[in-house]
T-cell receptor, first 113, second 112 residues
Framework: AQSVTQLGSHVSVSEGALVLLRCNYSSSVPPYLFWYVQYPNQGLQLLLKYTSAATLVKGINDFEAEFKKSETSFHLTKPSAHMSDAAEYFC???????????FGKGTRLHILP | DAGITQSPRHKVTETGTPVTLRCHQTENHRYMYWYRQDPGHGLRLIHY???????DKGEVSDGYSVSRSKTEDFLLTLESATSSQTSVYFCAISAGSNQPQHFGDGTRLSIL
């Protein structure tokens, strides 16, 4: 069965610094991978998705993620953090043909001025 | 933004009462999902639907039932609410297997 582990329930970075949010997955078949962002009192919004077309996936707001099969990882990065990036981020996995998506427990990103 | 409306947005009720939450979509998507979100647990799937009258259980389905009599509406019912069901409930929709899910704005439910 597939699963997702997000390392660090809270991550703090300074404004302008690199953002790195870690995600490792477990899947017995080629996975579909997603990153979502949740702002306070809102639902989740899709940031980006990996569907095997390319290992480096670009998303909205300059976020990107790289699929590394050998490391079973799909880490999310952004070159320069903005105050508006403060939110909770969820990594998610879906196995080929599965109707369901499994979400990680989330990482709350804090941006320090 | 995907056309998803959850109602009500907030509800406070008492233990033992029935509660129904509604999710309405205007995207004509086949799949609809109900999740609950609790601190430290992320999102957990309660039930989902893969078509009209076709539903299946998720990982935390006990105490919940669902119905989908038409494509656009997916109802979540707590037959007899308990305090452990206090949570934020999210509806999501998807066009198909392995497709991204799009979320509503949530319903904050408090059971006293």
């Amino acid at each position: 069965a597939q699963s997702v582990t997000q390392l660090g329930s809270h991550v703090s970075v300074s404004e302008g610094a690199l953002v790195l949010l870690r995600c490792n997955y477990s899947s017995s078949v080629p996975p579909y991978l997603f990153w979502y962002v949740q702002y306070p009192n809102q639902g989740l919004q899709l940031l980006l998705k990996y569907t095997s077309a390319a290992t480096l996936v670009k998303g909205i707001n300059d976020f990107e993620a790289e699929f590394k099969k050998s490391e079973t990882s799909f880490h999310l990065t952004k070159p320069s953090a903005h105050m508006s990036d403060a939110a909770e981020y969820f990594c998610a996995v879906s196995e080929t043909g599965d109707d369901k998506i499994i979400f990680g427990k989330g990482t709350r990103l804090h941006i320090l001025p | 933004d995907a056309g998803i409306t959850q109602s009500p947005r907030h509800k406070v009720t008492e233990t033992g009462t029935p509660v129904t939450l509604r999710c309405h979509q205007t995207e004509n998507h086949r799949y609809m999902y109900w999740y609950r979100q609790d601190p430290g647990h992320g999102l957990r799937l309660i039930h989902y639907s893969y078509g009209v009258k076709d539903t299946d259980k998720g990982e935390v389905s006990d105490g919940y039932s669902v119905s989908r009599s038409k494509t656009e509406d997916f109802l979540l019912t707590l037959e007899s609410a308990t305090s452990s069901q206090t949570s934020v409930y999210f509806c999501a929709i998807s066009a198909g297997s392995n497709q991204p899910q799009h979320f509503g704005d949530g319903t904050r439910l408090s059971i006293l």
